[in-house]
DNA sequence: ATTCCTGCAAATACTTTGCATCCTT
DNA sequence: AAGGATGCAAAGTATTTGCAGGAAT
């Protein structure tokens, strides 16, 4: 994990090395509040923002954006390419895998007079879950 | 104009009407910040948030999340399934249309143990627009 | 030893709330 | 006239910045 954080060209800090082990046990995303929350004590909240940051601009974290709350985050994968589906009742949220993202880019770009690559995409699903949908 | 407002249950006031009338002269997204600049001397910040609220709730405005930048609104064209595609350098914004989320979504709803329905979706692309892409 | 990181304090920026007044209906 | 809507002031959160001390390399 050290090593992980080092090849990203950080200092394997106790607080990189908090965070980076937090996101490694959920497989939800989490919101920088839920990470200060947890990591309180140890980790100060300003250093968890500085780090989601730069862990984001070198590539080892995704931010999350889902509809009417704010940005969550999760360890990238590079070979996995999950999507989030979320109750828009209990904001229970779960993972899918695999989405048409590939294609649609091209087409995209097909249509597009101004874009030149695609470089990522964002895929979610919004819906309810089997206990919220009984209500 | 008014008669939309009035449909949705609203009174047709003057800030009902001036921010309805921003976004409709607009094919690109707009956050809070930006209505409420362009509406200052006319609309408080403050009614700009609630007015954005109250039509959210109400259908007429959507939401939109892009990485990095603030949630951002535009009328909802309910027969409009369009999407959109962000330049990660200069944070241009432009519209496509078409994606394939309905195959999507019945793709998860089969990998799903705990969803039992779909009712929306996001879908957007970030890449390099052509001026960004030679620097 | 050097340079990067972190915590703390504080400044900014964003968003929500309360309330008296104003304006549609 | 009645009730919803607005503006202003202010409170509450979220996020960013500066800087001195601490830790990894």
Same mark, same amino acid.
């Given at each position: 994990?050290?090593?992980?954080?080092?090849?990203?060209?950080?200092?394997?800090? $106790?607080?990189?090395?908090?965070?980076?082990?937090?996101?490694? $046990?959920?497989? #939800?995303?989490?919101?920088? &509040?839920?990470?200060? &929350?947890?990591?309180? %004590? $140890?980790?100060? &909240?300003?250093?968890? =923002? /500085?780090?989601?940051?730069?862990?984001?601009?070198?590539?080892?974290?995704?931010? !999350?954006?889902?509809? %009417?709350? /704010?940005? @969550? =985050?999760?360890?990238?994968?590079?070979?996995?390419?999950?999507?989030?589906?979320?109750?828009?009742?209990? /904001? @229970?949220?779960?993972? +899918? !895998? %695999?989405?048409?993202?590939?294609?649609? %880019?091209?087409?995209?770009? /097909? &249509?597009? #007079?101004? +874009?030149?690559?695609?470089?990522?995409?964002?895929?979610?699903? =919004?819906?309810?879950? @089997?206990?919220?949908?009984?209500?």
């Amino acid at each position: 994990m050290a090593e992980t954080i080092r090849d990203a060209g950080f200092r394997a800090t $106790k607080p990189r090395l908090a965070l980076f082990s937090r996101l490694t $046990k959920t497989s #939800r995303p989490m919101s920088i &509040q839920e990470l200060a &929350q947890e990591l309180a %004590g $140890k980790v100060d &909240q300003v250093t968890v =923002y /500085r780090m989601i940051d730069a862990f984001k601009k070198a590539g080892l974290v995704r931010e !999350v954006h889902l509809r %009417g709350v /704010r940005p @969550k =985050y999760e360890l990238t994968d590079p070979r996995d390419d999950h999507h989030h589906i979320v109750c828009t009742e209990c /904001r @229970k949220v779960e993972d +899918f !895998v %695999g989405c048409g993202a590939e294609k649609m %880019g091209k087409e995209a770009l /097909r &249509q597009s #007079r101004s +874009f030149a690559a695609i470089t990522g995409h964002t895929f979610d699903l =919004y819906g309810l879950c @089997k206990e919220c949908i009984t209500k």
